[in-house]
Nanobody, 116 residues
Framework: QVQLVESGGGLVQPGGSLRLSCAAS????????MAWYRQAPGKQRELVAS???????NYVDSVKGRFTISRDNAKNTVYLQMNSLKPDDTAVYYC??????????WGQGTQVTVSS
């Protein structure tokens, strides 16, 4: 069973930055596309960003130009650099396989709170 461990969340003021990390206990991690999702209170989980095994990235419109997804296959880790954070970015952030694929077991997520 694959374990996903997210970290790096916290409380940040509007306009601030955070870098999230997700470590996956998956052999041959480099073969898999990965994605970041978020779930705000009372809302459904939404896909935020994805990266293919070849490094092609995609973003939801609301984060384009502010968030950057990347991966380090040697460390079995995917990252989400978040800049110019807004209160609407407040959510629990999770990583997993992209939409349309069979997801691995969800991790505990990491809380991001953007507030002054």
């Amino acid at each position: 069973q694959v374990q996903l461990v997210e970290s790096g969340g916290g409380l940040v003021q509007p306009g601030g930055s955070l870098r999230l990390s997700c470590a996956a206990s998956k052999t041959n991690f480099r073969s898999y596309g990965m994605a970041w999702y978020r779930q705000a209170p009372g809302k459904q989980r939404e896909l935020v960003a994805s990266i293919t095994n070849g490094g092609t990235t995609n973003y939801v419109d609301s984060v384009k130009g502010r968030f950057t997804i990347s991966r380090d296959n040697a460390k079995n880790t995917v990252y989400l650099q978040m800049n110019s954070l807004k209160p609407d970015d407040t959510a629990v952030y999770y990583c997993n396989r992209p939409s349309g694929t069979v997801p691995w077991s969800w991790g505990q997520g990491t809380q991001v709170t953007v507030s002054s």
